[in-house]
Nanobody, 120 residues
């Protein structure tokens, strides 16, 4: 069973920064083959994609976070990061990490989420 564990959430003032981390592990799990993504969700809304990074290192961002958030991955540590700068109250949400790979079938794993609250 693949374990996906997020950390780094918390309370921050508007304009501040946070770095989220997501570690994925399991016997036989090859982190480098997976596309890693960050999603977020607020009550009553659908989960939305924030950023993703392919196995080859290509990145995509939601328009709302471009220029403020940066996704990166460290294959040696089986970890993906989300550096969040210039945070706004609208960034308040539960942030989820996702590991995805398609090879004959879909392999899709989620973390439990970490709360980010941007408030003064």
């Amino acid at each position: 069973q693949v374990q996906v564990v997020e950390s780094g959430g918390g309370l921050v003032q508007p304009g501040g920064s946070l770095r989220l981390s997501c570690a994925a592990s399991a016997f036989g799990f090859t982190f480098s083959l997976y596309r890693m993504s960050w999603y977020r969700q607020t009550p009553g809304k659908e989960r939305e994609l924030v950023a993703r990074i392919s196995s080859g290192g290509n990145t995509d961002y939601a328009d709302s976070v471009k220029g403020r958030f940066t996704i990166s991955r460290d294959t040696a540590k089986n970890t993906v990061y989300l550096q969040m700068n210039s945070l706004k109250p609208d960034d308040t949400a539960v942030y989820y990490c996702n590991a995805f790979r398609y090879y004959n079938s879909s392999y899709n794993y989620w973390g439990q989420g970490t709360q980010v609250t941007v408030s003064s």
